[in-house]
């Protein structure tokens, strides 16, 4: 008898502990299937994601695409427009400065303007204090 009650102890434990892990299985099994429910538009929606920044990227290398093209087309336009427009440029400008050569040569009569300053032993000297000095020089050779 005592073996009998210590055996419907035991199944009543067992059974107990089997209905605990029935319970804690179909738990789980919801929440696998929750997390399924909604992993699947977010892996939809993260793979929409990917391809719309694809687009994108594709976008941007088709604009670099086109920016590298002017880029390249302009620099060929500066060196036609340099090659074209330079050679002439540096003739009429250097004609220019010999007919200026040639007019200030012509006007001899009028006199060279007197620079600004004189330098002195390594002294800059102001065109007043010049000025001074001759006055200076010619008042005593007077007397």
Known sequence: ???????????????VALARVAQTLKATTKLVADVTDQAVPLLADASAAVRSAQTQIDRV???????????SNASALSTTVASTFGGPLVKVAAFGYGVRRALGARREDV???????TV????????????????RE??????
């Open 1 to 15: 008898m005592l073996v009998a009650v210590f055996w419907a102890i035991l199944v009543s434990f067992l059974a």
């Open 61 to 71: 290398d088709a604009i670099a695409t086109d920016v590298q093209e002017v880029t």
């Open 111 to 117: 006199p060279a303007k007197e620079s600004r300053r």
């Open 120 to 135: 002195i032993v390594g002294r800059t000297v102001p065109a007043s204090r010049r000025e001074k000095r001759k006055y």
């Open 138 to 143: 010619n008042r005593g050779k007077r007397d």
